[in-house]
């Protein structure tokens, strides 16, 4: 069975500190996704990574920055948290040739 | 511009019936769909998908058919359980590319 796992379930942070959130997948998958859901607005991209140290923007790409040095984790970073970035975060993988991504649990972040 | 639209936040049926869940999308160069099933707390899982060369692929008690014209896809679950509680999110993966497009997903309720 394919596993994404997530560093945290739930996690609170102050405005203005630097969060990182880490996922790592066991199935050698080449593409990785971070994605945040938001109630009403479904599951919004923002950013992925194609290959080690590869990534492209997505939809929602601001205040956030992704880093991939390894390709089992991809890890998403808030320079400087604020509390609009509250929200559940999920994080996914594939492997290029099929189309189905598998999510990790998410993350639940607050910012207070 | 939401390429991706699941127009009905909600949806009850009685469990034994039909749920048929709806998705439309206006890319042209959207050449696979997938449905993937949400519990609270968890990560989406992949459910089903579809080729846009196709108009219908079956799975067990799920079925998707595609409508090229009206770009429009839709989700059967016959018959209906309780255990289908969950959101469901249309996805739209555009052609060569690694990403999806999701909808802002449905929640279905299948009451006993």
């Known amino acids: 069975d394919v596993k994404v796992t997530q560093s945290s379930r739930y996690l609170v942070k102050r405005t203005g500190e630097k969060v990182f959130l880490e996922c790592v997948q066991d199935?050698?998958?080449?593409?990785m996704f971070w994605y945040r859901q938001d109630p009403g607005l479904g599951l919004r991209l923002i950013y992925f990574s194609y290959d080690v140290k590869m990534k492209e923007k997505g939809d929602i790409p601001e205040g956030y920055s992704v880093s991939r040095e390894k390709k089992e984790r991809f890890s998403l970073i808030l320079e400087s948290a604020s509390t609009n970035q509250t929200s559940m975060y999920l994080c996914?993988?594939?492997?290029?040739?099929?189309?189905?991504?598998?999510f990790g649990p998410g993350t639940r972040l607050t910012v207070t | 511009d939401q390429q991706v639209k699941q127009n009905s936040p909600s949806l009850s049926v009685q469990e034994g019936r039909i749920s048929i869940l709806n998705c439309d999308y206006t890319?042209?160069?959207?050449?696979?769909f997938l449905w993937y099933k949400k519990y609270p707390a968890e990560g989406p899982t992949f459910l089903i998908s579809?080729?846009?060369?196709?108009d219908k692929n079956e799975d067990g008690r799920f079925t998707v058919f595609l409508n090229k014209s009206a770009k429009h896809l839709s989700l059967h679950i016959v018959p209906s359980q309780p255990g289908d509680s969950a959101v469901y999110f249309c996805a739209a993966r555009h052609t060569n590319a690694g990403k999806s497009t999701f909808g802002d997903g449905t929640t279905l309720t299948v009451k006993p």
């Open positions: 996914a993988s594939s492997f290029v040739a099929k189309r189905e991504q598998y």
């Open positions: 579809i080729s846009s060369i196709k």
């Open positions: 890319n042209s160069m959207f050449d696979y």
């Open positions: 199935m050698d998958h080449e593409n």
